[in-house]
């Protein structure tokens, strides 16, 4: 079973940005597919970014393409999501998760096994 510890969040201006990190403990990575969602106050949990287990495929939600990057780097157990061009509406707990047997083709909360305890992030207008 895999533990994964997010971090990287905080509170920036429009604009600006951020790089978030999951590190993940109890299993290597490289045998899950990776996925970060987040969640504003009162919403459902929603779909961000998900890369495969060699990096070479990625899926991203409409709201986040071309801003965000989902990365991972499977020696040193971690994976990333740089957040560029922040918005006011990408205001959210970001949660990192893992699955050892979906595609980045499924978007679903449901769809993910392991679950990080998530981190505030806050972009101020």
Request: with cysteine.
């Amino acid at each position: 079973q895999v533990q994964l510890v997010e971090s990287g969040g905080g509170l920036v201006q429009a604009g600006g940005s951020l790089r978030l990190s999951c590190a993940a403990s109890g299993r290597t990575i490289s045998s899950y597919y990776m996925g970060w969602f987040r969640q504003a106050p009162g919403k459902e949990r929603e779909f961000v970014a998900a890369i495969s287990r060699s990096g070479s495929i990625t899926n991203y939600a409409d709201s986040v393409k071309g801003r965000f990057t989902i990365s991972r780097d499977n020696a040193r157990n971690t994976v990333y999501l740089q957040m560029n061009s922040l918005k006011p509406e990408d205001t959210a707990v970001y949660y990192c998760a893992a699955d050892p047997r979906r595609s980045v083709v499924f978007t679903s909360p449901t769809d993910y096994a392991y679950w990080g305890q998530g981190t505030q992030v806050t972009v101020s207008s």
